[in-house]
């Protein structure tokens, strides 16, 4: 008997390429580190990087590289809440900014969301990681 095996292969690399496309930004399932690093809907691009530690919290870091020096709103979430927000201006020699802050990690799975908008342009850098 012979078996067919390229629509089964087909198949399952088409499953695999949708599992892939939905699936989120970043996920650290060891409990380490998990990274978000991607482009906006403008030029810009961005990072989202949340790190354990070993006293019960969460170290964010939100990083956006513009290609100006216009004033940004971000605003930081922390499984669906806001915990953060503020405005700032990219300063640095290489047009960046930087958030960094800490929060509680909370018992079970965590989703932090790092969201900035250029308010004069309107371009949005839009990071999510999951712990």
């Not at 650290?28 to 990072?47: E, F, I, L, R």
């Not at 900014?97 to 799975?109: I, K, N, Q, S």
Request: proline share 4%; net charge negative; with cysteine.
């Amino acid at each position: 008997m012979h078996i067919r095996r390229s629509p089964a292969i087909v198949l399952s690399l088409v499953l695999s390429a949708a599992a892939l496309s939905i699936a989120p930004g970043a996920v650290a399932s060891d409990g380490g580190t998990a990274k978000d690093v991607d482009s906006c809907s403008g030029p810009s691009t961005y990072k989202l990087k949340v790190t354990p530690d070993d006293d019960g919290h969460l170290q964010v870091v939100g990083v956006v590289w513009s290609d100006d020096n216009d004033v940004w709103s971000w605003r930081l979430k922390h499984n669906g809440d806001v915990s953060y927000t503020g405005d700032v201006k990219a300063k640095d020699a290489d047009l960046s900014f930087r958030v960094v802050r800490t929060m509680v990690d909370l018992a079970g799975p965590d989703t932090v969301v790092f969201r900035a908008e250029n308010d004069d342009t309107g371009e949005v850098c839009r990071g999510e990681v999951d712990l």
